[in-house]
């Protein structure tokens, strides 16, 4: 039996609930943002506490408990308080700045590197070297965050590239010069 979806969720003041036909929309001040609940799992709301149940007499419900309340759980905590990811920008002359909704990146490429961000998420540069990537939707901020990182991944000997802010880099040691 799941722990974790027996745990209830607080709904927080200002965040609305709408379960309707197997479908999840939560609103709140950061965004909207809906999720279909499995077959053999549903909701329930009372007074501001979220349950998930799930139903015995289908196959594999209780696999899919836990990972529904842990989704719906990250669906009410973004659209309330939001989430986000820090990346830092390592190299001479790699730098980043926002223009509307893209991220303009120069990486010692030939040519800078627009992104277009998805809608709902934002993007913050701080010194041109440091970029918050926020958003409602922990999974879309994750992964804007992992194609930002991966226009230019850091390398092993210098550690230039994009890291993630709190990643450690394991550097290797370069060719020693003149050892025989």
């Known amino acids: ?21 197997g479908l999840v929309r939560v609103e709140g001040p950061k965004g909207k943002l809906s999720h279909k609940l499995p077959v053999g799992v ?9 349950t998930i149940v799930k139903d015995p007499n ?27 990811r820090e990346l830092e920008i390592v190299g001479v002359g790699y730098r980043a700045q926002t223009k509307g909704n893209v991220l303009n990146m120069t990486l010692g490429y030939s040519h800078p590197i627009d992104y277009k961000l998805p809608e709902g998420i934002q993007a913050k540069v701080d010194g041109n070297t440091k970029v918050t990537v926020t958003g409602a939707d922990k999974m ?4 804007v965050a992992a ?6 991944a850091p390398e092993p000997y210098q ?22």
């Open 42 to 50: 549903s909701l329930k709301n009372e007074a501001g506490t979220l």
């Open 140 to 143: 879309l901020v994750g992964l």
């Open 1 to 21: 039996m799941s722990r974790v979806g027996k745990q209830p969720i607080k709904v927080p003041t200002g965040v609305k609930v709408d379960v309707k036909d």
């Open 58 to 84: 289908v196959p594999n419900s209780g696999a899919l408990h836990g990972l529904t309340r842990t989704l719906i759980h990250n669906m009410v905590f973004g659209v309330s308080q939001g989430f986000s």
């Open 159 to 180: 550690g230039k590239g994009i890291k993630y802010a709190n990643e450690v880099i394991i550097r290797k040691q370069g060719k020693a010069a003149g050892a025989k």
């Open 147 to 152: 194609k930002i990182r991966a226009f230019k």
